[in-house]
């Protein structure tokens, strides 16, 4: 499941393609819509984190959601309280969530699979009723949260807030998955995938592992601290009661659908964990999340590598019949 | 009808072939040895009768098919395996390791007969006795070894199985666990496929012996025969 | 704080402290025998929980329900262990750790679609009046502890003096040995599962008289399950027994010396703490990792 080294002509084609869609999308459907698809950039930065920790260096968190919320309630203090512009507050949140990521790893460093995931999950868990907590009321608003305002388009751009702030989440986006696969293909992504799979083995052969670990937490808590700050911005609200444990399994749920250990899985994954709700809530309340549970036991079952592993699959297996014919045919 | 009838046995660890179309057989009563050098596939012919590995091929015992049986399944039917390394229960008593033996008897006098032969146990092994409520974990080698052979014998076996019992071991208590074992076998009818790196002593207590050499048995015949053999005595025996 | 109050918040944090006993207990049992720590323990007991309720709702006299839900659960947690379980038993640990939260988040969601979110009442089996002339435990905590100890040791006979016991012990500690005396190894397993699940279920509905029933009830008092089952040792019955009833008292004390707003966070920093500095627990095993 390592990223390629080169992109070939084709899929440079694909993205390219792929851009100029999301490019012209948001002009021919709702500002609604175009929320949504705002959104489904933020879970993509937010899985590609994620995807960082646990698909491609095997530490698995379950406590996601809290490094959402701490860049989501920066981007909102920072805006509120101290009036500074909405793109300032993404490297702060960024650079918070790179410190917080980092010191909540190096104590990580000791936990192996099952207690890291506990861990994890005790941080996601108590996420809620810290950012409620008396104490902090004066910073985070407490249980009512802060309010922000979108923001408008710069330089007097023909777009409507909608418009603008999903242009600007779609450049962030493309900007955080270039560095990002530039870190999984080289050194550093080598260095993390060699110490999911192998640990002691990479340790001999000088790895360092406990600062690549710590590091990549870092790295996968900032980029979904970022993402965090974002989607404040985008729903304009912050409240402690929507970065509740559930935030952490929808993330969860969207990187295993999406593909662990998979770049593009972290766009499938967002396409999911933003649309399949809508459309399932409208059956029932609690089918968005019977629906995320069938899916996390059944992909377990059946499609381990998730949507981007079966892509994967089918293309290989559609190389290996158009090879198979075109040597038929100059045999 | 032999007790043990094994045709064309092949055994697999994942992608690797280890046995290459094994065949032999064993009458009710005797005690066969398995002999070979490390890694010639001794130990993985007798996981593979306890279904412990994947294989192909026929295994018989007592006339119904075992192959591709479970475990549990296997040692029900009567054929008790003593792996190397003993598989003691280490955090569990001596005594523990010893019921649990008799786990899968029925009937309503099993209680009683679980303790007479617990008791019969410590008559063959009565350094056992002395420590039956310790944990099975801080026995001696040897004691963890006679542990082992008495917990199979609590199963009550007709046939034994047993995975270099010599291993790690004084000759003094080698030769007390060969021992009981000559005894079982002509007191209680317990038939006893041996496999042991120590070709001397098992040729002296076996009466059959296979040798193995890369999973396929390349000689066969008596104890008496294979001992006379020269090839053996050179590669084996040592003189 | 007065002796008076510190009196107080020792009983009632063992009281509370004999339900993380219970839950912590039951996650122990399935770590035992599988070395998985299971995500959905609070959600399984939450839904029997429910269950009891509907029956109770029904008009089924307390006690009747009561044990019917305690059997249900039991029959139900072995079902999820051979079903659900089972096919991801040898998969790698995020494999594992992935059903048990989409376990957690059925059962959630199912309890909330069949029975609202609106909390419920959940009835009591002892008296409101308070007893033994004393101001310091309710009638409910008592008997709820007496329950739980009850339980406890009902367990403890179990697995120490019975052969079935005794095989679930062995088959937890030593899968292929077990095999060769012919214990049938998934079977040990479903069973463990099962009694897990109704020790849970006892805790729920001992505990739901107290924080009311809805859908979310069981999920705090799992964090404090998991960190009695860390301070008392993973591996380690009786140090999760202990270990919880030192976590209901720890809550009680912190609370009332820091405000009751951050008690989760206790739970976390405790969880953190526990396995960074002492991992084993108070009287788990030390485990060596041969390289």
Redesign the interface.
């Known amino acids: 499941m390592n990223p390629e080294n080169r992109i070939d002509s084709r899929k440079l084609a694909g993205i390219g393609l792929l851009l100029a869609f999301a490019c012209v999308l948001p002009f021919h459907i709702s500002n609604y819509s175009v929320f949504q698809c705002t959104m489904v950039l933020v879970y993509a930065i937010a899985l590609l984190g994620l995807n960082m920790l646990t698909g491609f260096n095997g530490q698995i968190s379950l406590g996601h959601g809290a490094f959402y919320a701490i860049g989501a309630y920066c981007a909102a203090v920072l805006m509120d309280h101290y009036g500074m512009p909405y793109w300032a507050t993404l490297p702060v949140a960024g650079a918070v969530c790179l410190v917080a990521g980092f010191l909540f790893g190096l104590p990580a460093l000791r936990l192996e699979g099952l207690y890291l995931a506990l861990a994890t999950y005790a941080l996601g868990v108590c996420m809620p009723q810290l950012l409620k907590y008396k104490g902090f009321e004066s910073w985070t608003g407490g249980v009512q949260g802060i309010s922000i305002i979108k923001p408008d388009a710069p330089f007097g751009l023909p777009l409507n807030p909608d418009r603008w702030l999903y242009f600007f989440t779609l450049a962030v986006a493309l900007l955080m998955f270039v560095l990002g696969w530039n870190l999984l293909r080289g050194r550093i992504g080598r260095a993390m995938i060699a110490i999911r799979d192998q640990p002691i083995a990479a340790e001999a052969m000088g790895v360092n592992n406990a600062f690549y670990k710590s590091l990549t937490f870092g790295v996968s808590a900032m980029y979904t601290g970022i993402a965090g700050a974002l989607g404040a911005i985008a729903v304009q609200f912050v409240a402690p009661d929507s970065f509740s444990i559930f935030l952490s399994i929808s993330l969860l749920v969207g990187m295993v659908v999406g593909g662990l250990a998979s770049i593009s899985g972290a766009v499938f994954g967002a396409i999911f964990v933003q649309f399949v709700p809508n459309i399932a809530s409208r059956m029932s309340t609690a089918a968005p999340w019977a629906i995320y549970g069938v899916f996390l036991i059944v992909f377990m079952y059946v499609m381990p590598g998730g949507i981007a592993g079966f892509i994967r699959i089918l293309a290989a297996q559609a190389t290996r019949r158009f090879r198979a014919v075109r040597s038929r045919r100059s045999a | 009808m032999a007790l043990l009838d094994v045709a064309s046995l092949e055994a697999f660890y994942g992608p690797t072939q280890v046995l290459h179309g094994l065949s032999f057989s064993m009458q009710e009563g005797s005690i066969t040895a398995l002999l070979g050098a490390n890694g010639a596939g001794k130990t993985t012919t007798l996981r593979a009768l ?1 279904g ?1 590995v994947a294989t192909r091929g026929e295994m018989r015992f007592a006339g119904e098919r075992i192959d591709g049986r ?3 399944d296997v ?2 039917r009567g054929i ?2 003593v ?1 190397d390394g003993r ?6 008593t001596t005594e ?1 390791n010893l ?3 008799a ?2 008897r029925k009937g309503a006098r099993r209680k009683a007969e679980t303790a007479a032969d617990i008791e019969r146990m410590y008559g063959y092994f009565p350094r056992l006795r002395e420590r039956h409520r310790q944990q099975a974990g801080t026995l001696s080698g040897g004691e963890q070894q006679m542990l082992a052979v008495a ?2 014998l ?2 009550r076996p007709r046939l034994m199985l047993l995975d270099e019992p010599s291993f790690g071991l004084a000759p003094l208590v080698v030769q007390h666990i060969f021992d009981i074992m000559r005894t079982i076998n002509q007191q209680e009818r317990v038939s006893i496929l041996l496999v042991e790196q120590n070709a001397a002593m098992a040729l002296e207590l076996a009466d059959h012996a296979y040798l193995i050499e890369t999973g396929r048995i390349v000689l066969s015949g008596s104890s008496r025969e294979i001992r006379d053999n020269d090839a053996v005595r050179r590669s084996y025996l040592g003189y | 704080m007065s002796i008076d109050d510190l009196l107080a918040q020792i009983l009632s944090g063992l009281a509370t402290g004999s339900i993380y006993a219970s839950v912590a207990l039951a996650l122990v049992m399935i770590y035992q025998a599988t070395h998985l720590v299971n995500f959905a323990q609070g959600e399984l007991a939450m839904f029997s929980t429910y269950l009891a309720w509907s029956m109770i709702d029904a008009g089924m006299p307390y006690w009747g329900a009561f044990f019917a839900t305690v059997g249900i659960s039991f029959v139900a947690g072995m079902l999820i262990e051979r079903v659900i379980v089972r096919p991801v038993e040898n998969s790698p640990v995020l494999a594992v750790v992935i059903v048990f939260i989409g376990l957690l988040v059925i059962l959630n969601s199912l309890a909330g679609w069949i029975f609202t979110y609106t909390i419920k009442t959940f009835p009591s089996p002892f008296p409101s009046e308070p007893v033994l002339g004393q101001h310091y435990v309710s009638a409910h905590q008592l008997g709820s502890t007496a329950i739980t100890l009850a339980v406890l040791l009902l367990l403890y006979v179990f697995f120490r003096f019975s052969p079935l016991g005794l095989a679930m012990r062995a088959a937890a500690q030593n899968p292929a040995s077990s095999r060769l005396v012919g214990i049938r190894v998934g079977w040990m397993l479903a069973l463990g599962w099962g009694l897990a699940a109704a020790v849970g279920s006892i805790a729920g509905m001992m505990i739901a008289p107290v924080v009311f029933l809805d859908p979310n009830m069981m999920s705090g008092i799992l964090l404090y399950a998991f960190a009695a089952a860390l301070v008392g040792g993973i591996d380690s019955p009786g140090g999760a027994v202990f270990g919880g009833f030192l976590v209901g008292v720890l809550e009680n004390l912190v609370g009332a010396a820091i405000g009751s707003e951050l008690k989760l966070t206790v739970a976390l920093v405790l969880i953190v703490g526990v396995l960074v500095v002492r991992p084993s627990g108070l009287f788990g095993k030390v485990h060596v990792t041969r390289v």
């Open positions: 306890c412990m479970a475990t549990e040692v029900r008790a395996h792996p598989g003691t229960f280490l955090d569990l523990d019921r649990l033996g786990y899968s917990r199979a609590m199963l």
